[in-house]
Each structure stands twice: as C-alpha cells, then as structure tokens.
C-alpha cells in the first residue's frame, strides 16, 4: 500500500469515528512546540509575583487513599475507566459535565469502578493544551490533580489565554497549592516527557480522538452513550 493511500485509510478511519462519537475532535500528530512554550513559561515566570500558600485542597468525595495522581477510585476495582483528554477539547468538557459525574456517582465513589485520566494534548490546541497538561501533572505533584482538572475545564470557553503561565499559576493559588514549587515544576518543564509518554501510549493504542474513552482496554465507540458504558460495566461486575 502506498503512503498516501495509508494516509486517506486513516483519514476515513479517523472520520467515521468522529461520527460515533457525536463529534470528538479530530486528531492531530502531538507536537510539543519547544521554544513556544519555553517562551511562554519564561515570560509567565517573569511576570508573575511568587507567593506561597498553604490552605487545604478540595478534594474529590472519596476516601484519600482512592486518590493518586490521575488515578480516581477504588484501587482494587476490577474495572477501570480511562479517559484520554485534551484540556482544550470542547468535547472532553461535555464528557466531564455530562457523562464522567454521572459514572463517578454510580461506579466510582461506590467502589465498582476507577477512573484513570490521560494526557493527549492535540496539535491544533497548542500552546495552551500542552501547557494545560503541564500544569495538571505539577498539580499532581501537590495531590490536587482532579480539582485542577476541573479549572481547566471551566476556563476552557476563554481560549488559550486561559492557559497561559500566568492563568495557570492563578488557579494553582486559588486552588491553595504551594506556588513555588508548582513554578518551578512548570518553569523546568518537570513533566514534558510524561506527557510524550503518554501521548506515544494513545497512538500505540490506535487512538486518534478526545475524548477516547476505554473500560477494561475496551474502546467506547461513543463517549457520551450512558447506557452503552452502563451495559458495559455491569456486564463486567456479573
């Protein structure tokens, strides 16, 4: 097969799953675009007054040890839900607001079910999605990842002057993590090769939208389809 008949296989492939997903957004190679980013964090770094705060952090309603890092849920739960995101996707916000609280509230915080959040920043949203998921992984570090992870999604309409070092370092503080060691984690690039890693993993799984939803490695043809993840779960909990 030649190059550009792969390329139009893909194409097909990549636009039939757009239509079973009531519209995911599209895929696009990641690319972290170094010096843009190094700019923007250099730049955010300067302009930003450091300070440090150490107020407790909202946290999601399940017992602490069900939390780490991305990882929500019932460590011992025999099913796991992964969500492969883009903080910029419009439709990974409509997956958090309508689909991922109502899993939350009847597999998740029960125990039958945890959910694991991963990086899969697309090209056509950079710089901010790349930086986005930067920030959400230094978050991490502080163990306030899935608070972090819902500010992003609720600036998302503002565009990609939500995500600048800036912005970002804003929630961290309205969020009541530490400040300074969230910049240093975001001025050091701490977990670029992270998000490369995981990136790498979503195109080895043949993944080529967001949101891409799995349970148990099974790929959920709609992200939105409750009863078809309904079907699925309870399927797998018989």
Partial sequence: MTKSSNLRSVSKSAAARR?????SSSFA????GGSILVVALVV??????NRTVTSPIA????????INRTTLGNPEAKITIQAWEDFLCPHCKRWNTD?????????IKTGQARLEFHQFPLQSHNPGATMAALSSECAADQNAFWPYHDKLFEVQEQGQDAYTMEKLT????ELHLEEKPFIQCMSSLQHQSDIAESVAKALKLGLN???SV???DQVMADPYNETAFKTEIDKLTK
């Fill in 19 to 23: 239509t079973r997903a009531g519209g």
């Fill in 29 to 32: 190679v990641w690319l972290i």
């Fill in 44 to 49: 955010g770094f300067i302009m930003y007054n």
């Fill in 59 to 66: 946290a999601p309603a399940v017992p602490a040890a069900w």
């Fill in 99 to 107: 689909v991922q609280p109502k899993l939350f509230d009847a597999y």
């Fill in 170 to 173: 804003s929630y961290a503080r």
């Fill in 209 to 211: 939208s967001t949101p």
């Fill in 214 to 216: 799995l349970i148990n």
